[in-house]
């Protein structure tokens, strides 16, 4: 006998419901909803198929009322209401910028506030959702890296943006009227707030169901998370998730990148490339997103552009030069437009992609590195920053 601990996997263990009020059905895994419905009393045999039943109807049809779940019996469908609901977060506010971007300010529980962006273009709508409330890393020019308050987001509330955007989209498909193959929501990108490989189990789970053929229903392909450089997680996110990867790289030294993401001090720029040479191979994905903010005299130098170069040789790469986008009381400046041409030239004769981010929505500050939760006031001082950038 060993006295190592007893380990449960409670996705199959115990069969039984949480106590305390329904069970939300949005954001369980498959395996879950199965386990979820056995313990409501369906039997074994039908499990199966009332999982895809019910499946289909939360993430095919976006029907949020058991009741309108017609190809069910009414005592089904009663058992289902007993036990369970399909909530989303509550929007409290949503705002539309000049420029088309919405922002949507969502309640989760405990009263915790996170930000999602919809960013239309022209053939397509990218949705950046957000995977922690706050941020516990601190990266010296982003806005949600100030605020102090921060708990995971569940699959759940992950799942849960990707729905509250195609409700206010008007995106569901309508029973009884043809297939409309545009996509309003075509591409996630885990770019809002939070460490999203911090979360990884319960963003794991919301991808796999943001990605399930019978729902939403978007390719891994059309899913792009971004990391600051957890770099443990790395591998297991090429193999558990197999979406895109953007790597917020932002500098070409250690000394420039240890005050930039502070991440960095405990893994570098070079374990973090090491980690990136086998993603593409480990995910079946072609390339990997450098992001680089740019930032006026801190890491837009011609220097800059050549060491980056030589930095990601040999990964398949595409470099997204991101203009950086000024909160209040932010220590850093937006670099001249043509100094991120000139950078961007750089790289792009180097033989990669090197397109500059148009800022979108900034009127609304719904720009990347601008969220933060309109309640959260505990603002730190510009000096607090400065300090802690390294200034
Ligand atoms: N935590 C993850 C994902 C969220 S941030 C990460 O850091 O990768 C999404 C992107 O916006 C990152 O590349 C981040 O570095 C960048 N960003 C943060 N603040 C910014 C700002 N003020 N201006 C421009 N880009 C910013
Ligand atoms: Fe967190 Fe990303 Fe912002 Fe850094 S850039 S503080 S990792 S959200």
Not at 313 to 340: C, H, M, V
Request: glycine share 8%; aromatic share 6%.
């Amino acid at each position: 006998m060993t006295n190592a601990p007893i380990t449960q996997d409670v996705l199959t263990l115990p069969r039984k419901l949480p106590e305390g009020g329904p069970l939300n059905l949005v954001g369980l895994t498959r395996d879950q909803l199965r386990d979820a419905l056995i313990a409501a009393g369906t039997p074994d045999k039908q499990a199966k198929m009332r999982v895809g039943q019910v499946w289909q109807w939360i993430y095919h049809w976006g029907v949020r009322d058991f009741a309108d779940m017609t190809n069910l019996g009414k005592d089904y469908r009663a058992l289902l209401a007993e036990h369970f609901t399909i909530a989303v977060p509550e929007v409290v506010t949503r705002q539309v910028s000049a420029d088309g971007t919405r922002k949507y300010l969502l309640r989760i529980a405990g009263g915790h506030e996170v930000e999602t962006v919809y960013i239309p273009e022209e053939n397509r709508g990218t949705l950046c959702i957000s995977s922690q409330v706050g941020c516990t890393l601190t990266c010296s020019f982003c806005h949600t890296g100030t605020q102090k308050l921060v708990r995971n987001l569940t699959a759940a509330e992950i799942v849960g943006q990707v729905m509250v955007a195609r409700d206010d989209l008007g995106e569901w498909p309508k029973p009884g009227e043809p297939k409309d193959e545009t996509r309003l929501v075509s591409n996630v990108v885990l770019m809002g707030m939070g460490e999203p490989l911090y979360n990884f189990d319960n963003v794991r789970d919301a991808m796999k169901v943001v990605m399930d053929g019978e729902g939403i229903s978007l390719s891994r392909r059309r899913i792009t998370l971004s990391t600051s450089g957890v770099v443990p997680e790395i591998a297991r996110a090429a193999e558990e998730i197999g979406c895109l990867l953007a790597v917020s790289f932002h500098a070409t030294t250690d000394a420039v990148r240890d005050t930039l993401v502070p991440i960095n001090k405990r893994w570098n720029i070079e374990t973090l490339l090491n980690a990136l040479r086998e993603y593409p191979r480990l995910s079946n994905s072609e390339r990997i997103t450098f992001e680089y903010v740019m930032l006026k005299g801190v890491n837009d130098s011609d220097a800059d552009a050549k060491r980056l170069v030589k930095l990601i040789a040999g990964i398949p790469a595409k470099i997204n030069l991101i203009p950086f986008n000024e909160w209040p009381g932010s220590p850093y400046q937006r670099s001249d437009w043509e100094r991120i041409e000139a950078f961007a030239d750089i790289i792009y004769k180097a033989g990669y992609a090197s397109p500059i981010r148009t800022p979108r929505g900034e009127d609304i500050m719904a720009a990347c590195g601008q969220l933060k939760s309109a309640t959260e006031r505990a603002r730190k001082s510009r000096a607090a920053i400065e300090a802690e950038a390294g200034m």
